[in-house]
């Protein structure tokens, strides 16, 4: 059984079909992409899974439980911790205090079993920015930033770590410490799933991927396969390979340019 089952889901919005009946899952131990072209569904699909959005149809499956219809708070007591596109650190707390607030909030939904206070500097020092740690957060870079988001989550231990383009705003050497620590984290055991348009992590970190357009799943499976598929390729850039052979870059470049 998978740690997350996002079953037959469908979300709309007026006229607009943003979630086409879509299924898929995320395993603990694993990293999880869910990739697309802009407008694809992919954020709706997070606020789905951690409760922002009630699906018009369809089943979230967590932990061996139904969550459907379950409050945030509730989902977060239960393991499921997101960061945010938007980055949603208290500006005028310095990093560390942004990472105790966290922290203690979390103990706060900790419900009968609290669970234990997270070493924050410990924290800080996980995710790379423990140098940051007495600066406001509102003064610090933006990829910083969305480290700190990772580090605030990670202070309610979660099972379940959602990141949305958790990349975004780090330099070359930043994004590939930040692929070894996602590594490090699956590797402890939490499940993964990360939106990302940043196609060389992607393609470099995920164990599995789920591709949508227009909302649908149109592909899942291993790096390799989904970077293959040429209902993938046409999706992100209408253009086939297997179509023309000759008419387009490889497919490492078909993906690579969707950056
Ligand atoms: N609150 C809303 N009201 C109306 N339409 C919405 C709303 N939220 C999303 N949509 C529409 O649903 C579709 C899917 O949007 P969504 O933001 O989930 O896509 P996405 O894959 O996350 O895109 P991006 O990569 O640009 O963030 C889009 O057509 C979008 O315009």
């Known amino acids: 059984m998978s740690l997350l089952e996002v079953d037959d889901v469908v979300v709309q919005f007026g006229g607009v079909t943003a979630v086409d009946h879509a299924s898929f899952t995320a395993e603990a131990g694993r990293i999880t992409g869910l990739i697309g072209p802009n407008g694809a569904g992919k954020t709706t699909c997070f606020n789905v899974i951690s409760g922002l959005q009630r699906p018009n149809h369809g089943t979230v499956r967590f932990d061996g439980r139904t969550i459907t219809r379950l409050p945030v708070h509730r989902r977060a007591r239960r393991g499921m911790g997101r960061t945010f596109q938007r980055l949603e650190a208290f500006g005028s707390l310095t990093v560390r205090d942004n ?37 406001r957060a509102d003064s610090i870079p933006t990829g910083t930033a969305r480290l700190l988001e990772l580090a605030r989550c990670l202070a309610s231990h979660p099972k379940l770590l959602l990141l949305d ?34 196609m060389d992590l992607v393609m470099s970190v995920c164990d599995d991927i789920h591709v949508l357009d227009f909302g649908r799943v149109i592909a ?32 490492t470049t078909v993906l690579e340019a969707v950056r």
């Open 165 to 198: 383009e958790p990349s975004s705003g780090l330099d070359e050497s930043e994004t590939d410490a930040f692929g070894v620590l996602l590594a490090q984290l699956a590797a402890e055991g939490r499940a993964i799933l990360m939106v990302e348009h940043d």
């Open 220 to 251: 899942s499976g291993p790096p390799a396969e989904v970077r293959a598929n040429p209902q993938v390729q046409q999706a992100y850039l209408g253009y086939s390979d297997v179509d023309d052979p000759a008419a387009g870059p490889d497919d």
């Open 99 to 135: 990472v105790r607030v966290a922290r203690d909030i979390a103990r706060g939904l900790g419900g009968l079993v609290r669970p234990a206070a997270a070493d924050v500097d410990g924290l800080l020092e996980r995710v790379g920015i423990a140098a940051y740690a007495d600066e």
